[in-house]
């Protein structure tokens, strides 16, 4: 599989973004995914991540409530996405985004995904 992210932007605190990983490759679909973030640095940290049915979020601690993780599946590659809506965003959310892919569950460890997309930047200013 490979990933293609985008949708990363500049905003004020309290405004909304939302980015998307497109998958390719991938015709099975018993792969989950994720997105990471990496502030400056700072370690890649667990954000968000979604099973392979679409069906089971996961989210980390500091999202909780404000970010929301979802997914499609379908045959073709341009419809084959796992979208991040985030609101109520915070200069503490600042960072670059990775989407990742792995097979089995989710997980939040960035080293047990085998498949990673390019950085989107998000930054938020207070």
């Known amino acids: 599989v490979q990933l293609q992210a985008s949708g990363g932007g500049s905003v004020q605190a309290g405004g909304s973004l939302t980015l998307s990983c497109q998958t390719f490759?991938?015709?099975?679909?018993?792969?989950?995914t994720g997105w990471f973030r990496q502030g400056s640095g700072a370690e890649r940290e667990f954000v968000a991540g979604i099973t392979a049915s679409g069906k089971i979020p996961l989210y980390g601690n500091s999202v909780k409530g404000r970010f929301t993780i979802s997914r499609t599946n379908a045959e073709g590659d341009a419809e084959r996405s796992t979208l991040l809506q985030m609101e109520d965003l915070q200069p503490d959310d600042t960072g670059v985004y990775y989407c990742?892919?792995?097979?089995?569950?989710?997980?939040?460890?960035?080293?047990?995904?085998?498949?990673w997309g390019q950085g989107t930047q998000v930054t938020v200013s207070s």
């Open positions: 490759g991938h015709t099975t679909g018993t792969y989950s």
């Open positions: 990742a892919a792995k097979d089995g569950i989710v997980r939040l460890r960035a080293d047990l995904y085998e498949t």
